[in-house]
């Protein structure tokens, strides 16, 4: 069974792992910018920093779960 590590230690400095995930969510948003402006996702929603804000929540959250 798999352990929830709450805090990471790297390089000695001690990290809280929900920071780490949502360093790897707004990672994963910066690189699906590019994509979501390819596609034209933008004139499809109507208020696009919620809809940003919504989908770090989920990868946040799929990280937490994942990792």
């Not at 780490?20 to 699906?32: K, N, P």
């Amino acid at each position: 069974m798999m352990q929830l590590q709450p805090v990471l230690d790297i390089g000695g400095l001690l990290v809280s792992s929900f920071v780490v995930h949502a360093g790897l969510a707004i990672a994963t948003l910066l690189a699906l910018n590019p994509l979501l402006a390819k596609v034209r996702a933008r004139r499809v929603v109507w208020n696009l920093p919620l809809a940003e804000f919504g989908i770090l929540i989920g990868l946040i959250g799929l990280y937490t779960i994942l990792l």
